[in-house]
């Protein structure tokens, strides 16, 4: 997908700030440090859309931002160790969920994990509770890059595995791009969109 457009909307933490739901929403969700700014800053093609960190837990808020108005990308907070106070974690939880829970653009999630980690245990209760709900997701691989493509074939086939997926999950690539049309290809297969 060619993208003319993409801007920051808001930052929110409550239904009543978020934007208006206009445009079908894509939510972006894994453990903290996982990609998941920089996956959005490259299938953009922008590189400070989503801002990036190498500190675990610098999302804090969900972020919102527009693409091609006619879609809207929902950086949600990470999960697992980050190095954030505990009373802040705690606040994490409650709002991905409100926000997973109730939002009625909500088309599709976009799961991310490390190709060099195994799901874990929260991986698993975010895709149980996505089933649950009948909300579309699927999975993205990242940090290819970091090892070899055999061991990317192996690594792909044993998570679709540890999940129980019929369909690979995609692979991707921040540094090198690799990866960027078969996201925006299982992005379209999960939203209406025009292939502008």
Not at 48 to 57: C, D, E, H, I, K
Not at 98 to 123: A, M, N
Not at 148 to 172: A, C, W, Y
Not at 176 to 186: L, R, S, Y
Request: glycine share 6%; net charge positive.
């Amino acid at each position: 997908m060619k993208v003319v457009s993409a801007e920051f909307l808001t930052s929110a933490a409550e239904p009543s700030r978020y934007p208006d739901d206009v445009f079908p929403e894509v939510a972006f969700a894994g453990r903290s440090n996982v990609g998941k700014s920089s996956l959005i800053n490259t299938i953009t093609g922008r590189k400070a859309l989503a801002r990036t960190s190498g500190t675990p837990g610098c999302t804090r808020l969900i972020n919102f931002f527009r693409v091609n108005r006619q879609i809207t990308f929902v950086d949600l907070p990470g999960y697992g160790f980050a190095k954030v106070p505990l009373s802040v974690r705690r606040q994490w939880g409650p709002m991905v969920e409100t926000y997973l829970r109730e939002r009625k653009s909500l088309r599709l999630v976009v799961v991310i994990l490390d190709i060099r980690r195994d799901p874990s245990g929260e991986d698993i209760v975010l895709t149980d509770w996505l089933h649950h709900y009948n909300v579309n997701f699927i999975f993205v691989l990242t940090k290819i890059d970091k090892i070899s493509r055999n061991q990317q074939r192996m690594r792909q086939r044993h998570i679709k595995e540890l999940l129980g997926l019929t369909v690979d999950p995609v692979l991707f690539s921040a540094r090198t791009g690799e990866g960027k049309n078969d996201v925006w290809k299982a992005i379209r297969n999960g939203v209406v969109l025009n292939p502008t």
